[in-house]
Structures are given as structure tokens and as C-alpha cells.
């Protein structure tokens, strides 16, 4: 990590910390005063953005459906693969407050960036201590992609949109498999939000429709 003077901000993004069992203990020895910033979204949505991804560069993998289960006549979810296990959000939060405070750590909702993205980057840079410079006049919602885009209003340059790699469409997955999974997750839902202090209210997409469109 670079050197950070006075009246300096030093940010690193890397998803996979979050799910990594050494990355707390590591990180709490580089610096036990650090801010932490997670992204969550609903695991279900998750899972199925994560297959969307492998699916666009090995097109021959099993159906997301195959993945899903140890034996889907029983019902038994393999919660061993990855796109799944991650998800699980209470299990790795538990290995972080090992290490750190829930007043060092803030979850930004993934739903919210969506909707309301100047409302969630508000409550970052509270968290952070930042005066709110960011507010909504630096987006607007790209309709191909889905996702809003971040503007520079003082100028006219190109807005900056998420890459190529992200908006693409979720294949089509069987209802029934979604309600299995808003089953398997809600037990550790309810414990990541007891944890968090925060209700990300993702029971309410249990209407056995894919939640969410694009990753």
C-alpha cells in the first residue's frame, strides 16, 4: 500500500478479502485502524452473476441448475461451490470481527447502488468523514446496462459505466431452484443482519422469480 500523508484517503478494492480466511488477521497486523467498505447483495442475485461471469468465458460448464446441488431430488444445496458459498456473508463476517469492530466496517447495500446510488455513496463518505461531494447530480442510469453511471457535472467528458464485463442479461433459471436457494440463505440472512444491525430486506425478492436481470 502506498504511503498516505495527512488529510489523505488511501482506498485498495479487492472482492475477494472479504472471503479470504487469512486476509483479517493480515490486514489488522498492516493496520488495525483501517476502514472497511463491503459490498452485499442479495446471495441468490450474487450466485447467479457469479455463473453469469464464468459462464461468459467457459460456455461449456454444467447449467447453473447441475451447480447448484449436491442432489437436487433431495434437495441438497453444495454449499462447497464457490458461487454459492460466498454468499454466505455471516460466516465470512464472523472471521473479520475477530479482528475488528462493526464501528470500523460499513455494508453498502448493492440494491441501494443501484436504485439510489447518491444515497448510498452519502453514507460512505460519512463513514468516512468526507464532506458529501458525491451526490446525485454525478449520475444517471444507463438503460443498456442497467446500472447508473458516474458523471463529472462540472465538465463534459464521458461518463464512466462499468466495463464489458458487467450488464450482461442472467440466463433463465428455474424457479423452483430460486426458491431452494432463498431457503438454503435465509437462516444466514437473518444472522447477518443481526450482526450488521442492518435488514437488507432480501426475503422480500422470495416470489420465486430470478431476482435481478444483469450482473
Not at 487469512?22 to 472497511?36: C, G, T
Not at 447495500?109 to 461531494?133: C, H, N, T, W, Y
Request: some cysteine.
Amino acid at each position: 500500500m502506498p504511503s498516505t500523508l495527512e488529510g489523505q484517503i488511501t482506498m485498495e478494492k479487492t472482492p475477494s478479502y472479504f472471503v479470504t480466511n487469512s486476509a483479517p488477521k493480515r490486514i489488522h497486523m498492516m493496520a488495525r485502524d483501517i476502514k472497511l467498505i463491503i459490498v452485499v447483495r442479495n446471495p441468490v442475485t450474487r450466485a447467479i452473476s457469479d455463473y453469469t461471469q464464468t459462464l461468459s468465458k467457459r460456455p461449456e460448464i454444467p447449467t447453473f441448475e447441475v451447480l447448484a446441488f449436491k442432489n437436487r431430488t433431495l434437495g441438497l444445496i453444495d454449499a462447497s461451490w464457490s458461487a454459492l458459498r460466498i454468499g454466505i456473508y455471516a460466516l465470512h463476517l464472523e472471521s473479520w470481527m475477530q479482528y475488528f469492530p462493526l464501528s470500523q466496517m460499513h455494508f453498502v447495500s448493492g440494491e441501494g447502488l443501484i436504485v439510489d446510488p447518491a444515497g448510498e455513496m452519502a453514507k460512505v463518505q460519512d463513514f468516512l468523514g468526507l464532506k458529501r461531494i458525491v451526490t446525485d447530480k454525478h449520475f444517471y442510469f444507463n438503460k443498456t446496462k442497467g446500472f447508473p453511471c458516474l458523471k463529472k457535472p462540472e465538465d463534459s467528458s464521458t461518463p464512466r459505466c462499468l466495463g464489458k464485463s458487467k450488464g450482461r442479461t442472467h440466463p433463465k433459471i428455474d424457479p423452483d431452484v430460486i426458491r431452494r436457494l432463498h431457503k438454503f440463505y435465509k437462516p444466514f440472512n437473518m444472522m447477518f443482519y443481526q450482526m450488521t444491525g442492518q435488514n437488507f430486506q432480501w426475503e422480500l425478492e422470495e416470489d420465486g422469480a430470478s431476482p435481478g436481470s444483469r450482473d
